[in-house]
């Protein structure tokens, strides 16, 4: 079955950087929108970036404009999310989701395959 799998989230200190990769199998990335989310505890799931097939468009919430960064190397079948400058408040696990659709959603409920998450703790 499909499967995306993500690395690369662990504990920091508020300012940090951290870089996610989301790896793909059964699945090739090229033919989809890609995007990231996260949630925090006791917080609903909130889109964080999304990009486009060819990765010549992308999207990011108001919160992570200007310091994280998301891309893709179709060749690897990975994409991945660069977090600068990270916050307190960007603590959460991270999920990396395939869309099908035409145009990056923001909305979780248009993806169609999610991987199961990778932590990423800010300390202040």
């Known amino acids: 079955q499909v499967q995306l799998v993500e690395s690369g989230g662990g504990l920091v200190q508020a300012g940090d950087s951290l870089r996610l990769s989301c790896t793909a199998s059964?699945?090739?990335?090229?033919?989809?929108?890609m995007g990231w989310f996260r949630q925090a505890p006791g917080k609903e799931r909130d889109f964080v970036a999304g990009?486009?097939?060819?990765?010549?468009?992308?999207d990011y919430a108001d919160s992570v404009k200007g310091r994280f960064t998301i891309s893709r190397d179709n060749a690897k079948n990975t994409v991945y999310l660069q977090m600068n400058s990270l916050k307190p408040e960007d603590t959460a696990v991270y999920y990396c989701a395939a869309d099908g659709s035409y145009g990056i959603q923001r909305s979780g409920r248009g993806y169609d395959f999610w991987g199961q998450g990778t932590q990423v703790t800010v300390s202040s």
């Open positions: 059964r699945l090739t990335i090229s033919n989809w929108i």
């Open positions: 990009i486009s097939r060819s990765g010549g468009i992308t």
